[in-house]
Nanobody, 116 residues
Framework: QVQLVESGGGLVQAGGSLRLSCAAS????????MGWYRQVPGKQRELVAI???????NYADSVKGRFTISRDNAKNTVFLQMNSLKPEDTAVYYC??????????WGQGTQVTVSS
């Protein structure tokens, strides 16, 4: 079965850094896109960053210049390097993977808390 395992969340002071990872497994077909979304209570889940199989990247304006998304194709793993963190980055971060065949899936979420 498809499984997305997230790690790397935690508590950090404003200005600090965290690195999130998400390892995907359970589908024999190629992955089209991998991305990160975040959600806070009472708000809609929003796209943070996405990367395609060809290496194209896109970021939310609020994180551009501070976050970097990357992937390890051999291990079907996506990373999110988060630098210069701000309190408004506090959220549950969810990994999303879209396969060429088989649809899309979500990770379990990992909490990121940034203190002022």
């Amino acid at each position: 079965q498809v499984q997305l395992v997230e790690s790397g969340g935690g508590l950090v002071q404003a200005g600090g850094s965290l690195r999130l990872s998400c390892a995907a497994s359970g589908n024999r077909f190629s992955i089209y896109t991998m991305g990160w979304y975040r959600q806070v209570p009472g708000k809609q889940r929003e796209l943070v960053a996405i990367i395609t199989s060809g290496g194209s990247r896109n970021y939310a304006d609020s994180v551009k210049g501070r976050f970097t998304i990357s992937r390890d194709n051999a291990k079907n793993t996506v990373f999110l390097q988060m630098n210069s963190l701000k309190p408004e980055d506090t959220a549950v971060y969810y990994c999303n993977v879209q396969w060429v065949v088989g649809g899309g899936y979500w990770g379990q979420g990992t909490q990121v808390t940034v203190s002022s």
